[in-house]
């Protein structure tokens, strides 16, 4: 496989052309060679880079690529990152949005279909579902550890139960407000100063799980789609990053 063939048959699934995203979305970091290795994570980074070169990547997926549409100028930190897959002819592809808001394989619709909620509507990338019947908050919480394992969610308790839920991954708690009177908690990847406020005064539970750990879903999709697609060999690297 080519990257370029990759990135064709990913772009028809997650098409990127349909987000006005603040980068862009599909091949990065161009290579020659033929891809048969791939390692997906969550961000690229030098040391994501290493391992993926030490384990015989030959293309790298994730869905922190390089940030910037138009970026022209390779100095410090993304100068070494950027040229350690040049210099090893290592590709780079990366889907944001597309990633998060994709119904099927995305990172929300994921975290939905792991809570058991398989009807689900979109918001902005996310999405807004509902438990029939009801779930006491604090058996949802211990729900929630087993699909995202962290040390600790940080959260703001406003209702003894969860059953009008919105899901939006990553840094998703400036959306909380556009769902007041709609659900009764929020399920996001970082918190603001002020939304534990917000979050008491429209009576919304509100649930930090992290961003990394909120976007880890996404990118195995992915991997896997390659693997039935094009008999590919992937691997996940879990680069952990406790916000």
Do not use: W
Request: hydrophobic content about 40%; overall charge negative; charged content about 25%.
């Amino acid at each position: 496989m080519k990257i370029f063939e990759i990135e064709e048959y990913l772009n028809s699934i997650l098409k990127p052309e349909e987000f006005n995203d603040y980068c862009h979305n599909g091949v990065q970091v161009e290579c020659d060679r033929d891809i048969k290795k791939v390692a997906v994570g969550v961000s690229f980074n030098f040391e994501f880079a290493e391992k993926a070169l030490e384990n015989g990547a030959d293309l790298l997926l994730v869905h922190h690529g390089i940030f910037g549409k138009d970026f022209f100028s390779l100095k410090g930190f993304l100068k070494k990152r950027v040229g350690l897959l040049i210099k090893n002819d290592i590709g780079l592809i990366g889907y944001h949005l597309p990633l998060d808001a994709h119904p099927v394989y995305g990172n929300n619709a994921s975290i939905m279909k792991k809570l058991g909620i398989n009807d689900f509507l979109p918001f902005e990338v996310g999405f807004k579902g509902e438990f029939s019947p009801e779930v006491p908050f604090d058996e949802f919480l211990e729900k929630m550890s087993k699909i995202i394992p962290r040390d600790k969610f940080i959260y703001y308790k406003n209702n003894d139960y969860v059953k009008k839920i919105g899901v939006l991954s990553g840094g998703g708690s400036a959306y909380m407000n556009s769902l007041e009177n709609e659900i009764d908690t929020y399920l996001t990847g970082e918190v603001k100063e002020h939304v534990r406020d917000v979050a008491r005064e429209m009576k919304i539970n509100f649930i930090n799980c992290g961003h990394y750990s909120t976007e880890t879903f996404g990118v195995k999709n992915l991997a896997t789609l390659l693997e039935d697609k094009f008999n590919l060999e992937t691997f996940f690297i879990d680069y952990y990053n406790e916000v």
